[in-house]
């Protein structure tokens, strides 16, 4: 979980993937993304894993540009989560 997540957020490397009609860049923080929307859609999203996803999004090291994506993707698990953070005091 950590892994996937800590990926979403920094990894921006991918590759070229042939596709029917069109060839298309996949990056690895898009998979990682996939994969944990795959992970929360088979056994839900815990309080563990909003511990995670919070800490690495609170990271000082973390793009904001990566964290708002990962988090829109995720929005149905972490929209709760989210409100959270916007009311918190703490930037």
Known sequence: MERLVR???????????EGGFVDRWESNASRAIESLQEI??????????????????RDANAP???AVALLRE??????????????DALP
């Open 40 to 57: 929360f859609g088979r056994r839900g999203f815990s309080d563990a894993d909003a511990a995670v996803v919070r800490a690495a999004v």
């Open 64 to 66: 904001a540009d990566a």
């Open 74 to 87: 995720l929005g149905e698990w972490t929209r709760p989560m989210v409100e959270a953070l916007l009311d």
């Open 7 to 17: 990926t979403a957020l920094h990894d921006r490397g991918g590759e070229m993937v």
